[in-house]
């Protein structure tokens, strides 16, 4: 009762707050559409990884499908979003389907690198082919959507937050469902599972299927948000790994943790990148400016975000081995 | 004699040049409890494997309920009702108790509502009830045993295959996981019973089999397999001329 009231407020406040920030502040929106999408990418990886257990490092190609399908549909047939976002889900469902169906059959790591493998193929195809726009991306100059403002950040906030609601009401029928069972037993001992009567090969498939859909479907909302894709921003597995780190940090195989992860990584990462803490550093007189540490931070500091995820991984693994999630768990 | 639910016809299984098991046959008649022993590495945990479509069978067949069965998964085999347990125990561990046998019941359901009572009297059935919440990971191994028969009973089985489902186990827990096995039996299941502990077979078994170095040697009455001397020089060791 009392964490259904928490998560109704702070549904509430996420629904209100681009009213609350105004027009007038779109970074801010953007930090916040940024952690919807890595709530929601990690919320749907978590499907396959947390609760399956079967870890995806190839989730970028799914992004990827939706984010490519959507644009060259609209850029080249001049097609409905809603038609492209459609076929992205085709597109991405094939993929998943395609690898599941070879993979699956087999036990350990080779899902793994074989996610790997077909996400690479993927992103270095749509680098030569000529339709994908190759190494210089696709570029839409404006996109319509039933008289909705584009241009404006609002509708994307709330696509985002529309889809991490989708995501994590799949994610807690699931759980709740014989699939989630099947998919949580296969995750914990495949033997036993398949003893059991689970066909391991379905399910994970079936979860796979899910997971993929959910994130082609953020990639077409960020190819309209953006209107600018390349492989190196919808395809990178610097992407798929900020994925699953996201979840790992969270808590991986939990309804909430993925979002707890990308509550805390995306502004920290934001806030690296722009430099804010070199900056906060300096305003407050910790560090100079012109001094050699100042410099240092200056010139470093905004790069440094992809170490203090790792960094952050390490003191996870070894410490809060069920994310940050699991230390309150433990409290309780 | 009423008619068997399991046929084994000349079952061979090879790794390579190993020969695990060596055209074993042997049938087991509805509703009994039928042992399977022998010395360590005489091919026992092997059947099993070939049984439940675990590792393929190098030549023969297996026929459950008149139907072949030689080339089914273990996920199909379970949901024609014949369904095993583990040697070594394989808990879902960091899913509860309870959970661990929804996953079985879910065998024969597809409601969460129905799986969860069909779960709980299971656990009600084991003396497992006290533990629903607890984690199974976090189980003694007494306990475990306990969990991954509930589990299997939760799927409803024709025949359960019980691999060594007392190893490990003290005395009273022995005692108590047979007066189990005798209670399923009057349910209506039949079952196949690999035991180490020869006191723990002969009291419950009606039929034994005896395996050694993966061929049959022995198939009898609980009394004939004690008084065999080919059974007794296995389990002894060889060169033993009395």
Redesign the interface.
């Known amino acids: 009762m009392k964490q259904a009231l928490i998560i109704a407020l702070f549904a509430l406040f996420t629904a209100l707050l681009p009213l609350i920030i105004g027009e007038e502040n779109p970074y801010i929106i953007g930090i916040m559409i940024s952690v919807l999408m890595m709530a929601a990418l990690s919320s749907a990886w978590n499907i396959i990884g947390g609760f399956a257990g079967q870890f995806s490092f190839g989730h970028a190609a799914y992004f990827g499908a939706g984010a490519y399908t959507t644009l060259i549909l609209i850029s080249s047939f001049e097609l409905n979003p809603l038609i492209g976002a459609a076929a992205g889900m085709v597109v991405a469902a094939l993929i998943a389907l395609v690898t599941g169906s070879i993979v699956f059959g087999l036990r350990g790591h080779y899902f793994a690198l074989a996610s790997i493998a077909v996400a690479e193929i993927i992103r270095l195809s749509v680098l030569n082919f000529e339709f994908t726009g190759g190494a210089q991306g696709i570029l839409l100059a404006n996109v319509t959507l039933w008289g909705l403002d584009l241009n404006s950040k609002n509708p994307f906030y709330y696509g985002m937050l529309l889809l991490l609601i989708v995501t994590l009401t799949v994610t807690e029928y699931l759980r709740?469902?014989?699939t989630g069972?099947?998919l949580?037993?296969i995750r914990?001992?495949q033997?036993?599972?398949?003893?059991?009567?689970?066909?391991?090969a379905l399910y994970k498939n079936r979860a796979l299927l899910i997971s993929a859909l959910l994130t082609s479907i953020a990639g077409s909302l960020y190819a309209l948000y953006i209107r600018f894709i390349d492989t190196s921003a919808v395809l990178d597995l610097r992407l798929s790994i900020e994925i699953i780190l996201t979840a790992i940090i969270g808590g991986v195989g939990t309804l909430w943790g993925p979002v707890l992860g990308a509550l805390l990584l995306v502004p920290l990462a934001e806030a690296l990148r722009s430099n804010m803490i070199g900056d906060a550093l300096v305003k407050f007189g910790l560090v100079s400016e012109t001094s050699s540490v100042g410099i240092f931070l200056n010139e470093n500091l905004a790069h440094a975000h992809v170490l203090v995820y790792g960094i952050i991984t390490v003191l996870c693994i070894l410490y809060l081995p069920k994310g940050i999630l699991g230390l309150f768990r433990r409290v309780k | 004699m009423s008619e068997p639910i399991l046929k084994i016809n000349k079952v061979s299984k090879h790794f390579g040049g190993n020969i695990a098991v060596s055209d074993v046959t042997f049938a087991v008649e509805k509703n009994r409890i039928f042992g399977l022993i022998g010395p360590n590495g005489a091919g026992k945990t092997t059947l099993f494997n070939c049984m439940?479509g675990?590792v393929p069978i190098t030549s023969g067949e297996v026929i459950f309920n008149y139907r072949k069965i030689n080339n089914l998964?273990?996920?199909?085999v379970?949901?024609i009702g014949m369904?095993?347990t583990?040697q070594r125990v394989?808990?879902?561990?960091?899913?509860s108790v309870l959970?661990n046998v929804?996953?079985?019941a879910?065998?024969i359901t597809?409601?969460?509502g129905a799986?969860r009572k069909i779960a709980v009297e299971k656990l009600a059935q084991v003396g497992l009830s006290d533990y629903s919440a607890k984690l199974a990971g976090s189980l003694s191994i007494g306990l475990k045993k306990k969990l991954e028969l509930a589990?299997?009973l939760a799927?409803r089985p024709k025949m359960l295959l019980l691999d060594e489902i007392c190893g490990g186990l003290n005395h009273t827990e022995t005692a108590s996981i047979l007066q189990l096995i005798r209670d399923v039996r009057e349910e209506g299941t039949t079952i196949l019973f690999i035991e180490h502990d020869m006191k723990a077979v002969t009291s419950i078994c009606e039929r034994i089999v005896v395996l050694n170095s993966g061929v049959k040697l022995a198939e009898g009455t609980p009394s004939e397999i004690t008084s065999n001397p080919e059974v007794i020089a296995a389990y002894l060791g060889g060169g033993f001329d009395a």
């Open positions: 709740k469902s014989k069972y099947y949580q037993a914990e001992d033997d036993a599972a398949s003893s059991l009567g689970i066909n391991l | 439940t675990f998964r273990p996920d199909a379970c949901r369904v095993r583990w394989k808990p879902l561990s960091s899913l959970d929804m996953v079985g879910f065998a597809g409601s969460a799986a589990r299997v799927t």
